[in-house]
């Protein structure tokens, strides 16, 4: 089974950018969606970005549509999130998620059958 390693969190100022990296472990992206998701102290979990790894569809939510980006590199096996215009709503812990998911459920998180540790990104204003 592919165990989603993520890297790349840190401290940065509103305006910033940053990337993430999420690579696979014991497995291949193959044939999975690969998510991220974040969670904010006291808040649920919630849906960033997924990118299907057969035919790159990607999927994007409302809320960092145009600032953010997934980045797949199918020779090494990682997908990168790339986060510009960073603010500090986006200060959460971030997860990497990987799953067979059809498309009405890539917003949920119960649908991803294997996730990363999650790597802390705080954006101070």
């Known amino acids: 089974q592919v165990q989603p390693v993520e890297s790349g969190g840190g401290v940065v100022q509103a305006g910033d950018s940053l990337r993430l990296s999420c690579a696979a472990s014991?497995?291949?992206?193959?044939?999975?969606?690969v998510a991220w998701f974040r969670q904010a102290p006291g808040d649920d979990r919630e849906f960033v970005i997924s990118?299907?790894?057969?035919?790159?569809?990607?999927y994007t939510a409302d809320s960092v549509k145009g600032r953010f980006t997934v980045s797949p590199d199918y020779a090494k096996n990682t997908v990168d999130l790339l986060m510009n215009s960073l603010k500090s709503e986006d200060t959460a812990v971030y997860f990497c998620?990987?799953?067979?998911?059809?498309?009405?459920?890539?917003?949920?998180?119960?649908?991803?059958?294997?996730w990363g540790q999650g790597t802390q990104v705080t954006v101070s204003s």
């Open positions: 014991g497995g291949t992206f193959s044939s999975y969606t």
């Open positions: 998620a990987v799953g067979r998911v059809i498309v009405s459920s890539l917003a949920s998180a119960r649908a991803y059958d294997y």
């Open positions: 990118i299907r790894w057969s035919g790159g569809d990607v």
